[in-house]
């Protein structure tokens, strides 16, 4: 299985950086996805990591280090419609039937304030 | 864009009553996956698919049973509501380096 760890909260300030963290123990590491989730709706994908090193989507970057089982969300120029929930998800290999879980940690949650 | 699918959106139902609620995805993704999720808490993983005819159990048992029988299907279905089961319900699906949810189902059992 796995054991996945987030802030539960934080609060940054409009136009501002966060970096928001994420740490995993797996044993058949597989990949990690970030998500964002605004209250009441649906997870919407934001980035996946398999290898290490940054992956840049605009606004959003998201940093993997395998060997440290470490990954970070950077949101840059921060803006109020930012504020959500963002959520860290591993996929595990499941040995037993060759297929992959995709477990979430708990999630961030991101006050953005003027 | 994610094309994922969920009906109903929203279900009241009694408690006792067999109830079934679809996923669909016309993105061809080998695995899918069911999650519970309560206001403002985590996801739980229920069930989860990497094929057709193959299904697991996630660490949630919420007495749900799955098929997949079609790649593009992953219906759940609920034998008996009770009011425990009221959640929301999301359906999400992956091929390899995406991941994507639809929209929900907000389930009432009273």
Redesign the interface.
């Known amino acids: 299985g796995q054991n996945i760890d987030q802030p539960t909260e934080m609060t940054a300030t409009e136009g501002a950086i966060v970096q928001i963290n994420c740490t995993y123990q797996t044993s058949g590491f597989n990949g990690l996805f970030w998500y964002q989730q605004h209250a009441g709706e649906a997870p919407t994908f934001l980035s996946y990591n398999v290898l290490d090193g940054l992956e840049e989507k605009g606004r959003f970057s998201s940093f993997l280090s395998r060997s440290k089982g470490y990954s970070y969300l950077l949101l840059k120029e921060l803006q109020m419609k930012d504020s959500a929930s963002y959520l860290c998800a591993v996929s595990d290999l499941y040995s037993g039937a060759g297929s992959y879980q995709l477990t979430f940690g708990k999630g961030t949650k991101l006050s953005v304030i003027p | 864009e994610?094309d994922i699918y969920q009906t109903p959106r929203y279900l009241v139902i009694g408690t006792g009553k067999k109830i079934t609620l679809e996923c669909s995805q016309t993105m061809g993704h080998d695995?899918m996956?069911w999650?519970q999720q309560d206001?403002?808490?985590?996801?739980h993983?229920i069930h989860?698919?990497?094929g057709v005819n193959?299904t697991?159990k996630?660490?949630l048992s919420s007495e749900s049973t799955v098929s997949r029988i079609r790649t593009e299907h992953f219906p759940l279905t609920l034998e008996s509501a009770r009011p425990s089961h009221t959640s929301q319900y999301?359906c999400?699906s992956?091929q390899d380096?995406?991941?994507?949810?639809?929209?929900?189902t907000r389930l009432t059992v009273v």
């Open positions: 994610a695995k996956y999650y206001p403002g808490m985590e996801l993983l989860y698919s990497y193959s697991e996630g660490d999301l999400a992956r380096t995406e991941a994507f949810f639809g929209q929900g």
